[in-house]
DNA sequence: CCTTTGTGAGGGAGCGCTCTCTTCATGATC
DNA sequence: GATCATGAAGAGAGCGCTCCCTCACAAAGG
């Protein structure tokens, strides 16, 4: 007992297949009459085109890859950043008929299947997020001359089109905020360096901080909770009359606070904080955390369009979105 | 320019199309010197086989679906459950060699396009996550036929196998542990009732305190922060006098940690808090929150198997996960 | 009147693979 | 030496669709 197919229709219409192909698929040099006629035999059988003999003959498949290329994947099971941009540009793509393959390609073996999965041609083209800098996959990607986009600017140089929000400026806002607060001993906890964001985040508090004479007092941790409250722990260690924090993202910033807490320092009064990405979780730390509200979203939202744009044949540029400064209690 | 076909690796290497075939497939019916033959071939043309092809006569895709079909997809943007099940269950899919087709199936649009997209094959089998009551799409996805396995239990009678933790034993617990703190007015912030989690936790609240012959003091959240925050405002309205409240998950609890402190009420001190899940989060609460350890990856993890299972032929029945009580500072 | 142009419908090749069936070679058995 | 079982390789028929090409017919133009 077979799905209905094709030729099912044109018999039951008592037309030709090409016809019942014309109706199927909206084209407009069918008389109104037979369209409804074919119409009615689709839906007396219940006929749903075969997706796998389309793609085959039009080598098109309407999906696309969306490829989560971090090693910590499984590590941190409740970073916002995953389920926000994932969730953002699921809908971006089903809103243009793509339908969404998720590849988690934390490990080398899956960075391996997910290159070969993508060379098959599986999908038309491939949105990347969250890369480091040792990382092949992007490369490997971009070489199978499928369409790519980058969430995120690239840690190297790699001729794809990427969407990423302002870190130099928005950490810039976040150091000049905490000297106009009248910090005088400002540290920060950054994030891995092998990823862009870290590098341009870190970059302009050392700018900042140089251009009014100030010294760094840097901490590494790898934008979770944990590592920032160790992080946190080390920098009381290295300069315990510090008198600011800035952390590379709201996670961290959340772990420096417990740190704080628990070396017997009060937010804001001993020690500010300022953190980055604004995820609602910033609203419910005690006190609620100044941040730097990143877009996103909207920054996977607009990855996905620069890739729906590559499909149509348009041209792709960099995108860089604006950030903003949310001043709250932490500072 | 076209990529090269099984055609073209059988020409190169001297030999059938069907020995290609039964190289590329593994089949152990290959003398081991032509095995090397057609591998040469293979590599040296780059060959990789055509999958729309192949699922054309095959009848598979080996792909699945996870259907979040969550209305609120969208309105929270940073629920850990989303990243916690869409990582487990796409490790495990992986891992068996399954690509995982994501799908949010938020609006009624969305609900019909993933009927569809099921009804034509697209996947082999669905996941389906987070269902509300009155959801059609479950029953409308178990009309086509395809393999489909829940991750929770569904809210009404339909013939699914679905994997959930142990709600009732775990909201006990939680109640329990607050009876023997000594708290007298125990309230509770419930989620959606339609949802079989939250119908359960609730249930179980209720059934323990009426056994100590206490009654229940009740406010309804939706399974957000700030819905906790409003439902907690609500309740110390309702009986200003409480001294616990049950949050039925940690992110409702979060937010009746923040109302209190607004309404100047110290925990664990005046009210004591215990959410359920075990969130990441809950560990940089202040204090610390008292919470019902939930496995919701490896929930997912077990759907996902279950599901697996299902595609090759076993039967499957439903699982209740065990939880346990996680005590610390807000209790 | 015949020719040209346009429009809507049908015919059928072919997309790249799998899988059944057939053929062939080899060695074992009597 | 004839027969048979066994294992390995080849042949080729589809899988269900799209899309190019052809064709019939009608309307317009010379």
Chains 1, 2 share one sequence.
């Not at 369009?305 to 209690?329: F, K, M, N, S």
Request: a neutral charge; charged letters at 25%; proline letters at 6%.
């Amino acid at each position: 007992m077979r799905r209905p197919t094709l030729e099912a229709v044109a018999t039951r219409a008592g037309v030709s297949k090409s016809t019942v192909s014309r109706v199927v698929n909206g084209e407009p040099t069918v008389a109104s009459d037979i369209r409804d006629l074919v119409m009615r035999a689709v839906n007396d059988l219940g006929y749903i085109p075969n997706p796998a003999a389309r793609s085959l003959v039009t080598r098109r498949t309407d999906s696309i890859a969306v490829i989560v290329s971090d090693p910590s994947a499984g590590l941190v099971s409740d970073d916002p950043m995953f389920s926000t941009v994932v969730r953002a540009a699921s809908r971006e793509f089903e809103a243009a008929g793509k339908q969404v393959m998720l590849m988690l390609a934390g490990s080398d073996d899956a960075r391996v299947r997910a290159r070969q999965f993508v060379a098959a041609r599986h999908v038309d083209g491939v949105m990347l997020v969250s890369m480091h800098g040792a990382d092949p996959l992007p490369a490997a990607l971009a070489a199978t001359g499928v369409p790519l986009v980058s969430h995120g600017r690239p840690t190297f140089r790699l001729d794809v089109p990427w969407v990423d929000n302002d870190n130099t400026g928005g950490a810039a806002q976040a150091v000049r905020h905490l000297l106009e607060r009248g910090r005088r001993r400002i540290a920060t906890i950054s994030g891995p360096l092998d990823m862009s964001a870290a590098q341009d985040r870190i970059g302009a508090y050392r700018e900042v901080l140089s251009e009014t004479g100030r010294r760094s007092i840097v901490a590494i941790g790898d934008f979770t909770r944990i590592s920032g409250a160790e992080a946190m722990a080390q920098l009381l260690e290295d300069d315990p009359a510090l008198d600011a924090v800035f952390a590379a993202n709201d996670l961290m910033a959340i772990g420096a606070m417990r740190a704080l807490r628990r070396a017997g320092r009060r937010v804001p009064d001993d020690v500010a904080v300022v953190g980055y990405d604004d995820i609602e979780a910033a609203l419910y730390t005690d006190p609620p955390l100044t941040t730097v509200r990143s877009p996103m979203g909207e920054q996977a939202a607009a990855s996905a369009r620069l890739l729906l744009g590559l499909l149509r044949g348009e041209p792709a540029a960099p995108v860089i979105l604006p950030t903003q400064l949310v001043v709250r209690e932490s500072s």
